[in-house]
């Protein structure tokens, strides 16, 4: 039921905070749901005790309840997001990320041996000419651009 027409831009402000909310609380769901693990980069450690659990459990839910009263009270719609394009996003983001690991920019932090820069230099442009390659293959697998449409439940935050 929505209570009070809100003008779209309140909705969509309303939305995209409240969407932060629950994507911590889909985040502490997880963190409920699987014990700790070691990935490439980083050891996960400090596991939410079994017993703390529950009440951490209830609040989530009382929350995400509010969450849903909101949604419903206020009318905000659901976003779409393509999958394609949020990847291709984060991808992009990580070739910057990679091009900033070249020896020019480590210099900030000291010298380093020139055949450990020429070695770490061609690694990043491999990671960053791979990641270029990733980010290309998505763009060209959208169907949706090809055929001209767009999203029909809002649009894309």
């Known amino acids: 039921m929505n209570r009070w027409d809100l003008p779209a831009h309140h909705r969509r402000a309303l939305t995209i905070g409240l969407r932060l909310v629950y994507e911590a609380l889909q985040d502490l769901r997880s963190a409920l749901a699987e014990e700790p693990r070691t990935d490439l980069f980083t050891v996960y450690d400090d596991p939410i005790p079994p017993t703390a659990r529950p009440v951490l459990e209830r609040i989530a839910d009382e929350i995400e ?26 991808i992009a983001n990580a070739w910057v990320t990679a091009a900033e690991c070249g020896s020019r920019h480590l210099r900030g932090y000291g010298h380093l041996p020139p055949d450990v820069a ?40």
Not at 120 to 146: C, I, K, P, W
């Open 65 to 90: 309840k509010c969450l849903a009263e909101l949604a419903q009270t206020f009318g905000l719609p659901r976003f779409r997001q393509s999958i394609r394009q949020r990847t291709a996003s984060r």
């Open 118 to 157: 020429a070695y770490l230099d061609a690694r990043v442009e491999f990671l960053a000419a791979r990641l270029m390659e990733l980010e290309q293959s998505l763009q060209a697998s959208d169907v949706r651009r090809d055929a001209g449409s767009s999203p029909s439940e809002g649009q894309a935050c």
